[in-house]
């Protein structure tokens, strides 16, 4: 095997590090970009012999030292892409610059503060077994870290220290040191001679994903002909500005677009995974389809049936409409504040929905796809119902696991489905009991009657899907389907319409897409234009969803519509998105882990911000990560220092130069040559957009504003405006430029960021019908007419502090129920000690309605342990000295204990069950407590404001009351309280007495 190399190249380092690891003899040949030079102009390349090279660095150093450990399920490769595409080049534009500006340096350190912690606790990248990742990671370090200018980078990151020099101690990595040229031990001298020409040019310093490839051809003659025949006659291609009253309706002449998000699930707050999987990421592709002025409508809303309702409900002691009511205001009120422009969000809870699901479901068995069949499902004698799966636990029945409180759906310890009946030991969630298995008739529809209709169709449009989708769906169809029931034993649903089966509902599987329909039709009874069109009006229907909704949308659904046969539209685009993790986790909403939509609203960063970094890190084609440090990075390097400070500055020299007049372009090769690398990019992101690729979309958008940056600096108006005429003529060109590059960049990027696309609107002093594109030929023209006078310009965004994201990082550490924690710490955080005694009767209650009705411990451990902290604060806050009690307390107390007292003789006359009164006695004897407190800094002559009168009235009803109660039981626990109550008052008039 032989390496091509130029000197010093880092990138060799990793082959020889490979090599030398897993004993292969490679040849080191220096080689130059002169002259002939096979293959791709890139450095270093492997040779393994005539049939086999490696032009990437990282691809060969897999190839020589390959991942042994298949539990890294391909982190490595995933890695050695983050350090190709992210840390080398950072590090080598540090090691170029003379001096490093604000900027580089704070991005090379969130480059390592993700090393350090991902190193943090672990000998190697991923665990105790050398990796390629490491070698890749290691190599391109040495040089920051021999370097006597730059090592002081890698002072703050102890871990990676410690991890860099664990490696260096190998005597394999020590000899490919030796070979490649440099040293362990000394110092590494040519820093400008780093390996950065692996490419034959570098197009960008600092070298993220965001900047596209790093050589760039450029521009024929083909190109800048066609840029300056769209720039002087594109404006005129633009179709008419589509007028509609509030909302769109399809039309013969324009191409109709129906979007949809999958209906968000009503049992807690969206997190930030939610958010980009379906909402954010449909109204960015809706925005878009406005843009291209296409009539467009979006539907979204919450769904809201279900066992997960129900059982939310059951947590927190509130039937189930009341927790939709809740959340649909929560994920209502988090959608607006995202700025996600719904033409309607709605819900699934409303008759419309009841009578859609209802008439589609008939039709199915009116077409004889609707079978009855007998199932077992486990009964609770107790309850005097049927349990479906999330109201069952037991023992896990899969070998090897046994965990004693796995669902009836699914085992948390494991991770494999269950079949409920299938548990060992079950238990009902809602009493506790052991459930016995029953036969229940069910509605089944029958999808292997319809596969044939479902392929047919699928293979018709599943080239038009994301690669998620058709991955899921094919996994579907690998084998025949199987009939599928409809219905289950519940009472939260839609009701089924069928004689002796009223007493079930409708599987939510079945009825949540429905809801796009019923929710379309609360918006307009028209509603059928849109999902039934007439034959002359074509309708494209576009669905946003993460990939566990796919086989709803892309199996059970579609074949529901087909054995319909009522001429609904089917999907023609499915986008699916892979998952979302949280730094170095993964978001949950059952567990509370990660950052949610209400929490973003608190962290004081803009929406729009928010936004922009959720589509940068849009889970595409595989899993993606969450990350503060990457957050703030986004917005300094990306918004503040590329895009933002683009627009400010030209808007600016417009404004201090020509008094906010645009200039006239007149156009030279050198601004042709602009447009047509402009018009690539401009086509590449509708090609993108049109495929619902909105993160690579996006980094067309700041492509655009890169290559604006770079004509301002090398034009260098502020210069050419102080020379001859010929000067300040390009000087003008230049600004003009910029202007309607500004322009440009106001209409890409307002899907993404509607909020900064306003403002700039706004600077621009131009309509949102000026800025529109042109799908069909997308190009750059003129926006902004010679003579347009703009507004103030003003800065677009502001710089984020590493300090801030720090604390952010801190305060959403863990679980949302830890959060509560630290939140609660203070005893003040509550209140008074009246309110701390309330909330803790309050909490008291709740966890004992929670164990009462489940066996669960991870379902009433949060609460026990708000519960503990409450405690904790009120004997605080009881420890502390406290002021005398008013007479106007003594009273309240002692209604106070009348009242509750009454409380606990009703409930001992109502039950035996000494776990339903205990509490409220305990209150009981707590209040007692207060009013002997009370009574005792009361003056001895009586309470201020008493009077003979008033007590010897107050007397003479307790006197009343407590014959009364002494006729009524003979349980001393009952009237004992008030006879008290009465003693005090014979004793509060005596003292009146003697004053």
């Avoid at 991005?107 to 503060?113: I, S, V």
């Avoid at 576009?542 to 579609?558: L, R, S, W």
Wanted: glycine share 6%; aromatic share 8%.
């Amino acid at each position: 095997m032989k390496i091509l190399t130029n000197e010093n190249n880092t990138s060799t380092l990793k082959l020889l590090i490979a090599a030398n690891l897993a004993g292969k003899k490679v040849e080191m040949q220096y080689v130059s970009f002169e002259g002939v030079f096979a293959g791709p102009r890139s450095l270093p390349l492997l040779e393994v012999d005539d049939q086999l090279a490696f032009f990437s660095s990282n691809a060969a150093t897999q190839y020589l030292f390959p991942v042994l450990d298949m539990s890294q399920n391909g982190q490595s490769e995933q890695m050695q892409e983050w350090e190709a595409t992210r840390l080398q080049p950072a590090v080598s534009a540090v090691l170029a610059a003379k001096t490093v500006p604000a900027d580089l340096k704070q991005a090379l350190d969130a480059l390592l503060q993700h090393v350090e912690a991902i190193i943090a606790a672990k000998k190697y990248l991923f665990g105790d077994m050398l990796s390629a990742a490491d070698i890749s990671l290691w190599s391109t370090l040495y040089p920051v870290y021999h370097s006597e200018a730059l090592k002081t980078y890698l002072a703050p990151y102890k871990n990676t220290l410690r991890w860099y020099a664990d490696i260096a101690q190998a005597k394999a990595v020590q000899e490919a040191v030796k070979q490649w040229g440099g040293s362990v031990d000394k110092p590494f001298a040519p820093v400008s001679a780093l390996g950065a020409p692996q490419l034959a040019s570098l197009a960008s310093p600092v070298g993220t994903p965001m900047e596209g490839p790093a050589v760039v051809p450029g521009p024929t003659d083909e190109e800048m002909a066609s840029a300056k025949e769209s720039w002087e006659n594109g404006r005129s291609r633009l179709q008419a500005p589509l007028k509609q009253d509030k909302f769109a309706m399809p039309v013969n002449d324009r191409r109709n677009v129906l979007i949809t998000s999958s209906l968000p699930y009503v049992n807690n707050v969206p997190h930030l995974g939610n958010i980009i999987g379906c909402v954010l990421s449909g109204d960015i592709f809706a925005r878009y389809c406005r843009l291209c002025d296409y009539n467009t409508i979006y539907i979204c809303g919450t769904d809201e049936y279900g066992t997960a309702t129900e059982t939310k409900a059951l947590q927190e002691g509130v039937t189930p409409q009341q927790i939709c009511d809740k959340y649909f205001e929560i994920h209502n009120s988090v959608y607006r504040w995202f700025d996600i422009g719904f033409d309607h969000f709605g819900r699934t809870t409303t008759p419309e929905h009841t009578q859609l699901v209802q008439k589609l479901f008939l039709q199915v068995n009116e077409n004889g796809f609707i079978s009855s069949q007998t199932v077992d499902q486990l009964h609770c004698e107790k309850c005097n119902k049927f349990l479906a799966d999330r109201f069952v636990e037991g023992t896990c029945p899969h070998p090897g696991c046994l965990y004693e409180d796995a669902r009836g759906d699914q085992c948390d310890k494991c991770g494999k489905l269950v079949n409920a009946i299938e548990l060992i030991k079950p238990r009902c969630k809602i009493c506790g009991d052991s459930p016995a298995v029953r036969p229940s008739e069910q509605l089944f529809i029958d999808l292997a009657q319809l596969e044939p209709s479902l392929r047919s169709w699928w293979t018709k449009v599943e080239h038009g899907w994301s690669p998620s989708a058709r991955a899921v769906a094919r996994s579907w169809l690998r084998e025949p389907l199987r009939a599928r029931a409809v219905t289950r034993d519940l009472k939260w649903g839609v009701p089924v319409p069928v004689e002796g089966f009223t007493n079930k509902v409708f599987y939510v599987w079945f009825d949540a897409p429905i809801g796009y329909w019923s929710i379309t039709q609360c918006l307009t009874k028209d509603y059928e234009k849109w999902w039934k069109p007439d034959k002359d009006i074509h309708v494209k229907l576009y669905q946003f969803m993460a990939k566990d909704n796919v086989p709803f949308h892309a199996i059970m659904f579609p074949t529901a519509i087909i054995a319909a046969n009522q001429g609904h539209v089917l999907v023609d685009h499915i986008f699916a998105t892979e998952y979302l993790n949280y730094e170095e986790g993964k978001f949950s909403k059952s567990r509370g882990v990660g950052v949610f939509g209400t929490d973003a609203q608190d962290t004081g960063i803009p929406s729009d911000v928010w936004r922009f970094y959720l589509a940068s890190v849009r889970p595409e084609s595989s899993d993606s990560s969450f990350s503060w440090v990457e957050l703030g990075t986004r917005n300094n390097s990306e918004l503040l220092n590329n895009l933002g400070n683009f627009c400010h500055r030209s808007l600016s020299f417009c404004a201090n130069s020509f008094k906010g007049r645009v200039p006239e372009l007149r156009a030279t090769r050198h601004d042709l040559e602009l447009m047509a690398l402009v018009n690539r990019e401009l086509v590449a992101y509708v090609q993108h957009m049109e495929k619902g690729r909105l993160r690579e979309a996006l980094k067309h958008v700041l492509l655009i504003s890169k290559l604006g940056n770079q004509h301002m600096q090398s034009s260098q108006p502020w210069v050419l405006l102080k020379g001859t005429d010929d000067d300040k003529e390009r000087g003008s060109t230049a600004i003009a430029m910029c202007c309607q590059l500004v322009a440009l960049l106001c209409v890409l990027l307002t899907p993404y960021m509607p909020a900064t696309g306003r403002r700039l609107r706004d600077q621009l002093k131009v309509t949102p019908d000026t800025l529109r594109l042109n799908p069909k030929n997308p190009s750059f023209i003129q926006y902004l007419p010679a003579g347009h006078v703009i507004g103030k310009p003003e800065p677009l965004f502001t710089k984020i502090e590493p300090e801030v994201l720090e604390k952010l990082r801190a305060k959403y550490a863990g679980t949302q129920d830890d959060r509560e924690k630290k939140q609660n710490g203070d005893v003040t955080s509550v209140g008074s000690m009246a309110e701390l005694e309330k909330a803790v009767a309050e909490q008291g209650e709740k966890v004992r309605k929670l164990k009462a009705s489940t066996k669960d411990k991870a379902v009433w451990t949060p609460e026990v342990n708000k519960l503990l902290e409450l405690k904790k604060q009120l004997t605080a806050a009881q420890s502390q000295p406290q002021a005398p009690p008013t007479s106007a307390s003594v009273a309240d107390l002692e209604k106070a204990v009348a009242e509750q007292g009454e409380k606990v003789r009703q409930l001992k006359a109502s039950t035996k069950d000494k776990a339903v009164w205990a509490p409220e006695v305990n209150k009981l004897l707590e209040l007692k407590k207060q009013l002997t407190a009370a009574q005792q800094a009361t003056p001895t002559s009586g309470a201020a404001g008493d009077s003979v009168a008033s007590l010897e009235k107050a007397i003479a009803e307790q006197g009343d009351k407590v014959r009364k109660l002494k006729a009524s039981t003979k349980d001393k626990a009952v009237w004992t309280p008030e006879v008290n109550v009465l003693l005090d008052l014979k004793k509060r008039l005596a003292a009146l007495h003697t004053k």
